[in-house]
């Protein structure tokens, strides 16, 4: 479900923002999912 959410997210920012803007938005939210699994 989480997977379904971010690739809809993913879709329309891919849509509304350049390249090199999403790229570190990405990065970041994959550390911050990475952490939250760390954290549980």
Known sequence: MGTLLGRS???TVLR???LAD???LIL???VQS???HTAV
């Open 16 to 18: 509304t923002r350049p």
């Open 9 to 11: 997210i993913g879709e």
């Open 22 to 24: 999403i790229v570190p």
């Open 34 to 36: 990475r952490n939250l």
């Open 28 to 30: 970041h939210v994959a």
